[in-house]
C-alpha cells in the first residue's frame, strides 16, 4: 500500500478536476492510501507532508519555489504547477490547444475583432495568449490585449482596476469577441459589460477557460468556457506516480 500526500487545491475546478483523475486511477489500478486536506493553489505546504512518511507526492502550486521545496524532500514526485522546475516530472494541461480552440470558435461565429484579458505575471495566461493571438494571425486578425492583475492585490483598489477594464472594454470595436485567461476573469467581463448596458454576446462575445461550472452558471448570461480534461491529467500524473514508487522488476499497474 503506497502513502500519497496530494498537494492539490481543492478551492478550484481545476483542482478537483485533477483530484478526481487521482481518484479514479487509485481506485481502478493503484493499491494507494492518498492523503489531502482543503487547500488553495497559493497555499504553503503544510506542516504533515515533511513529517510523514510518504511514498510519493502530487503537487500543485503556483509558485515554482514552492514545488521545488516540495522536490527537495527526495521522494518520488509528479508536479501539476504552473510553473513547473526544469528538473521535475511534469504533467501540464495543453494551454495552447485551448487558446488555438477559443480562436476558433470565436472565428466561426463570424467575429472580425478580438480582445484577451491576461493574468500579468503568470506563464499560462501568457501561453494563452500567444497563442490566441498566433492562431488570429493567421486568420488575418489582429488582438487587442488588457494585461491586468485580477485578483485582490496591493497593486490597485478593486475600482481602479474595474475603470481600467471598462475603459478598455469600451474602447473596442464592435461586435468583439474576448478570452479571458480563466473563468473569473470572464465573469468579471461579463459583470463590466453590464454596467456599461453592453449586450453579450451580440456586442461582446466572452469566453473563458477552464469551465468551473459554478461560476459559468452564475453569469448572466451563463458563460462559455474552453474545458480542460483535468481528469486525464490527474490520470496520467498517478500513472506516472505508480510507476516513479514501483520497486524494480514490479509491474506498474495493481
Known amino acids: 500500500m503506497y502513502r500519497v500526500a496530494l498537494l492539490i487545491e481543492t478551492s478550484k475546478a481545476f483542482g478537483r478536476g485533477l483530484l478526481a483523475g487521482v481518484g479514479r486511477f487509485a481506485r481502478l489500478h493503484g493499491q494507494w492510501s492518498t492523503f ?19 511514498d510519493g507526492i502530487i503537487a500543485r502550486a503556483s ?38 480552440l477559443a480562436a476558433q470558435h470565436l472565428l466561426e461565429r463570424g467575429f472580425s475583432n478580438f480582445g ?5 505575471g503568470f506563464v499560462w495566461s501568457d501561453v494563452r495568449r500567444d497563442h490566441f493571438q498566433r492562431a488570429l494571425a493567421l486568420a488575418g486578425r489582429d488582438c487587442n490585449v488588457l494585461e491586468a492583475s485580477i485578483e485582490t492585490t496591493r497593486e490597485a483598489p478593486w475600482y481602479q482596476r474595474r475603470e481600467r477594464l471598462a475603459t478598455w472594454i469600451a474602447g473596442l470595436p464592435k461586435p468583439v469577441g474576448i478570452l479571458a485567461c480563466y473563468d473569473s ?7 463590466v459589460c453590464r454596467d456599461l448596458d453592453l ?17 459559468c452558471d452564475l ?23 505508480n510507476q516513479l514508487m514501483a520497486p524494480a522488476g514490479e509491474t506498474l499497474l495493481q
Do not use: K, Y
Open 36 to 54: 489531502v486536506d482543503e487547500r488553495g493553489l497559493s497555499d504553503p505546504i503544510p506542516d504533515w507532508v515533511e513529517s510523514g512518511d510518504f
Open 199 to 215: 449586450l453579450v454576446p451580440e456586442q461582446v462575445a466572452v469566453l473563458g477557460v477552464d469551465n468551473d461550472e459554478v461560476l
Open 219 to 241: 453569469c448572466d448570461p451563463p458563460l462559455t468556457s474552453v474545458a480542460p480534461d483535468t481528469e486525464a491529467i490527474g490520470m496520467r500524473a498517478a500513472e506516472l506516480l
Open 116 to 120: 484577451f484579458l491576461g493574468h500579468r
Open 185 to 191: 476573469a470572464a465573469r468579471t467581463i461579463l459583470e
Open 63 to 100: 509558485r515554482r519555489e514552492t514545488l521545488e521545496h516540495v522536490l527537495g524532500f527526495g521522494i518520488p514526485t509528479i508536479c501539476l504547477g504552473e510553473e513547473n522546475p526544469i528538473s521535475a516530472i511534469s504533467v501540464m494541461n495543453d494551454d495552447e490547444a485551448c487558446a488555438e
